[in-house]
């Protein structure tokens, strides 16, 4: 595992939403964070089969074109009555727009199309950090929950909304920042998938 010695990292992300995310959880640590979208970095096409392949291709893209150390995640919705998706298609599933009320609407039809209605789902997260010279780790964090109907909350981003964690009966979209995520460096636990990647890349990547 090598370890990330420089305080300058990149985040390799056009999403304001999970941007935000990161930096909420990257700020106290005493980083000097710059964005994708900051440095008017080209968006590369995401054509990996998992969100391991898709999360390399945006660190890696980020890495090279910056000369810096860059973090990228790539993640989305599995909802076991939908096989699996939408999966790493989940941006994709809002179209172009990110309409993500159309995108839970039509997770929402779909699940109701199916037999037997199954609603048991998983947020899957995948954190790259890539190094210019090309040498990348992987950290994989994933919480367990239920698709609800209708959609509540208007916090968070994408599916939050219609995801219940197991434990909670309150969806991501009702947490708050601090509630949803359940983590700060040195504590044992964290509830978000996001959070969970990155407490596992903080562990064992960061200095200090």
């Not at 964090?141 to 994408?158: A, L, Q």
């Not at 909304?161 to 995520?181: L, N, V």
């Amino acid at each position: 595992m090598r370890r990330l010695t420089e305080k300058k990292l990149v985040i390799a992300s056009h999403n304001q939403g999970k941007i935000d995310e990161l930096k909420a959880l990257l700020d106290p640590l005493g980083y000097t964070l710059a964005t994708a979208s900051e440095l008017d970095l080209p968006e590369p096409e995401e054509t990996g089969l998992t969100f391991e392949a898709n999360a390399r291709l945006k660190a890696v893209a980020a890495a090279t074109a910056a000369g810096l150390p860059a973090l990228a995640d790539d993640s989305g919705l599995a909802v076991d009555g939908l096989d699996g998706a939408p999966g790493i298609y989940s941006a994709r599933w809002a179209g172009p727009d990110r309409d993500f009320p159309m995108a839970m609407e039509r997770v929402h039809a779909e699940l109701q199309s199916r037999s037997p209605y199954n609603p048991q789902a998983r947020f899957v997260s995948v954190i790259c950090l890539a190094w210019p010279d090309g040498h990348v780790e992987y950290f994989r964090g994933e919480v367990e929950g239920t698709i609800v109907w209708p959609p509540r909350g208007d916090r968070g981003f994408g599916y939050d909304p219609i995801f219940q964690p197991d434990g909670h009966d309150i969806t991501f979209g009702e947490m708050s920042a601090d509630q949803k995520h359940g983590w700060r460096h040195g504590q044992d636990e964290a509830l978000s998938h996001r959070a969970r990647a990155f407490k596992r890349f903080a562990e064992e990547c960061l200095e200090g």
